[in-house]
């Protein structure tokens, strides 16, 4: 983990500078908030899903992202009132039905 969050930052520092912006004159809220993405995000969410590989099937711990825009669809609606339309809520539908399946799939290759 050590090594891909080295090249990433290596690689993302210098992206500002390139396209002409710059690291300074933001409002405090927004660092703040870069940290805790930083902190949440990535340290804490990517890096559980790199440790449960060790534990669960690539598979699930790949299907297990799928649930990222749902969760933050419901987020939306509790915290901002924003309604998801009937082609988002179909979708995370189909998305459901697809993890269940591979679930259940997997559960049987493993205990049959």
């Known amino acids: 983990m050590a090594i891909a ?3 990433a930052a290596v690689v993302l520092i210098p992206l500002p500078l390139l396209f002409g912006t710059g690291y300074t004159g933001y409002p405090w809220a927004v660092y703040g908030y870069i940290g805790l993405m930083a902190i949440l995000s990535q340290v804490i ?12 099937s690539p598979t699930l711990v790949t299907l297990a992202i799928l649930f990222e825009p749902i969760s933050s669809s419901i987020l939306g609606y509790f915290i901002f009132q924003e309604v998801p339309q ?10 459901l039905v697809g993890v269940a399946i591979a679930v259940r799939e997997e559960h049987h290759k493993h205990y049959s």
């Open 5 to 7: 969050y080295t090249t």
């Open 45 to 56: 969410g990517h890096t559980t899903l790199n440790w449960a590989v060790q534990w669960i």
């Open 86 to 95: 009937n082609s988002v809520l179909f979708g995370a539908l189909i998305v």
